[in-house]
């Protein structure tokens, strides 16, 4: 299968399907997540992106029944990559979203899900692990420059917020080579 990272725990979602034809892969998105939120190291995240989630087993799961939703790859806090969709295929993470005029970012983007909140800091493991993600993706998808890695919020606004205040760009793009 194409469009796998090499050291990554491949676990294939059922929520994509392939992009429109000609489409360039040109934005990356950082998004965070954790089930229920501000708990980490469950297997709700994983069991959402696999349609696996029991929506009983949390009262905050109430209002994902139904949902088809996944991304690209997801960040753990020790650092642990998961993939969930090879880059090639459109991951279902972007929502209605829109960036430079461009509506339907899922069509073009790879989405990265940070273990984490909108309010909690990022672990260094995390800043490390997403900086050699990032380059592997910018090699195969040279179109993904620094200036077109965004954030959920900046390709929803008003609509979604991370992956919040608390993670630190300035550091991350330090970290890229």
């Known amino acids: 299968m194409t469009g796998l990272l090499q050291d990554a725990e491949f676990i294939e979602s059922p929520?994509?399907?392939e992009r429109p034809d000609n489409t360039d892969i040109s934005l990356l998105v950082?998004?965070?997540?954790?089930l229920p939120e501000g708990q980490f190291g469950t297997e709700h995240v994983k069991n959402l992106f696999t349609?696996?989630?029991?929506?009983?087993?949390?009262?905050?799961?109430?209002?994902?029944?139904g949902l088809e939703v996944s991304a690209h790859c997801v960040i753990r806090r020790d650092g642990k990559v998961?993939?969930?969709?090879?880059?090639?295929?459109?991951?279902w993470h972007a929502g209605v979203s829109s960036f430079d005029g461009v509506d339907g970012c899922n069509d073009f983007s790879i989405g990265i899900e940070l273990e984490g909140t909108d309010c909690t800091s990022y672990t260094e493991a995390q800043?490390?692990?997403?900086?050699?993600?990032?380059?592997?993706?910018?090699?195969?998808y040279p179109l993904i420059t620094?200036?077109?890695?965004?954030?959920?919020?900046?390709?929803?606004?008003g609509r979604k917020?991370?992956?919040?205040?608390?993670?630190?760009?300035?550091?991350?793009f330090k970290l890229l080579k």
């Open 15 to 17: 929520f994509f399907n």
């Open 30 to 34: 950082i998004h965070c997540i954790s």
């Open 51 to 65: 349609g696996e989630l029991d929506c009983k087993a949390h009262p905050s799961f109430s209002c994902l029944e």
């Open 82 to 91: 998961e993939q969930y969709v090879p880059f090639d295929k459109r991951a």
């Open 127 to 140: 800043y490390r692990s997403l900086a050699q993600v990032t380059e592997q993706i910018q090699q195969k």
């Open 146 to 157: 620094q200036e077109r890695i965004v954030a959920h919020s900046d390709i929803a606004p």
């Open 161 to 172: 917020t991370d992956p919040g205040s608390e993670f630190d760009w300035q550091y991350y």
